[in-house]
Structures are given as structure tokens and as C-alpha cells.
């Protein structure tokens, strides 16, 4: 593990989403696995899509996906999710997510990957519709 963590504090604001990571979430080598933090990263960026668009989103793009530092079990992770764009039909969502981990018995904050996701708006009938104005 890299020794310089990039250590933290939390954004001044309250998180889209907070997880407990849990020992069945791990990899073959006791990480937190990336397809569990890619999942909770796209719940996490509909939040605010959904919000946006008044209604039913999906998942169009993984614009971008960084992963800087390895979650581990019993972290506490945070998603804060922001739009950073709108188009006719589209929602662009920036996701930051950061772990609390307990050390010596302190927890300290750590960024541990972002990524850019594309939403797309959906009618009734799951057809890429208007997002409001």
C-alpha cells in the first residue's frame, strides 16, 4: 500500500450516498472490490441525475474512473455527487468518493477514486426524453 495516503478531510457538505464497506464486498486479495465501488458510484451519481431530469435515468457512459488508493473492510465511504453538465437528454455527473478509516484511533479521510458518469433521461417507455429546464 502507498505509504503517502493523500490524507483529508471530508467535503463541508453531506454525502449523496455513505457506505460501510463489509468483508463479502472483498477481492481475491482482501480489498474492497472495484466492481463494488464502480456499483456504489453509479447509485451515487443517479442520485443527482434523477433529481435533475424529474424522473426515471440510466447509465450511458463511464466518461471516467480513477481509482487512487484501495478501499478496505470496515471504511466508511463517502460518494458526493455534483452535474457538471446538462444536455438535451443527457446528465453528466462528477463523483468523488473518499474512505474513514481508524487508525490508532483516529479516523482520517482518504480520497480513494472519482469518475464522470453520463445519464440519460428516460419517458415512461424507456426512450431518451427532455431533461427539464
Known sequence: MNK????????????????????ADTNSLGGIFGGWIMAQVDIAGSIPAVRRAKGKVSTVAVNAFEFHQPVLVGDVVSFYADVTRVGRTSITVHVDVYAERLRQGEYEAIKVTQADLTFVALDDQGRPRVVPG
Open 4 to 23: 503517502n495516503l493523500n490524507i483529508t478531510q471530508l467535503p463541508e457538505r453531506q454525502p449523496t450516498l455513505r457506505v460501510v464497506t463489509m468483508p
